[in-house]
């Protein structure tokens, strides 16, 4: 069975500090895809970004970026020069392509960045 | 394109009373997935719907069922319900099933059960 870990709970940081948030995940399966979804207080998930298990190349927007080794099984999220607007829970996800649209996520973890 | 609606947001059940949410999702879109979402067990997997078909349930009593319209509008029904279904029920809908399609996800209906 497939799972999804997120080993930080709570992160805490002041404005303008970087911030990475880790995923780890566990499938046996060869295709997958790996996302990352940000839940603001407003509860909607917003979708940031999909990766695909034979993608391994690392991509920055903005702010944002993400590296994923599949060496390691690690899906993980960074944050430069953090803003307040960026504290929201955010969500790592793993889908199977034989389990149609079924996203298996981790617990999440929230993100306060302070000003 | 307008994004997925869910109604109603907000809903206050009594226990063994029953529930129906509702999830509109974005034009063209036809799958459709439903979770819920609780603090002690995070966000879970409850059911997906393709061309009005269910091809993928998640681990939840047979209470927790769904359907799906010729339109692709979706519901889900929690019948006797109990305490423990009080959460955040999210929807999500995309264009097709499994590929490398992302999901997109509803406001959610925040079911409390008293």
């Known amino acids: 069975a497939q799972k999804v870990t997120q080993a930080q709970t709570e992160i805490s940081v002041v404005e303008k500090e970087d911030v990475t948030l880790d995923c780890v995940y566990e499938?046996?399966?060869?295709?997958?895809?790996l996302f990352w979804y940000k839940q603001p207080p407003s509860g909607e998930l917003v979708f940031l970004i999909r990766?695909?298990?034979?993608?391994?190349q690392n991509e920055i927007s903005g702010r944002y970026s993400w590296n994923f080794q599949k060496s390691t099984s690690s899906f993980n999220f960074t944050i430069t020069a953090s803003q307040v607007v960026d504290s929201a829970v955010y969500f790592c996800?793993?889908?199977?392509?034989?389990?149609?649209?079924?996203?298996?996520f981790g617990g999440g973890t929230r993100l306060m960045v302070k000003p | 394109k307008a994004g997925v609606t869910q109604t109603p947001r907000y809903l206050i059940k009594t226990r063994g009373q029953q529930v129906t949410l509702s999830c509109s999702p974005i034009?063209?879109?036809?799958?459709v997935s439903w979770y819920q979402q609780t603090p002690g067990q995070g966000l879970q997997f409850l059911f997906e719907?393709?061309?009005?078909?269910?091809?993928n349930k998640g681990n939840f009593p047979g209470r927790f069922s769904g359907r799906q319209f010729s339109n692709s509008r979706s519901e889900m029904n929690v019948s006797t319900l109990e305490l423990g279904d009080s959460a955040l029920y999210l929807c999500?809908?995309?264009?097709?099933?499994?590929?490398?399609?992302?999901?997109?996800f509803g406001p959610g209906t925040r079911l409390t059960v008293t």
């Open positions: 990766r695909n298990s034979f993608d391994e």
């Open positions: 719907y393709f061309s009005e078909t269910q091809r």
């Open positions: 034009s063209g879109h036809r799958s």
């Open positions: 999500a809908s995309s264009p097709e099933a499994g590929e490398s399609y992302e999901q997109y």
């Open positions: 499938t046996r399966d060869t295709t997958y895809y």
């Open positions: 996800a793993l889908r199977l392509l034989s389990a149609g649209n079924m996203l298996t």
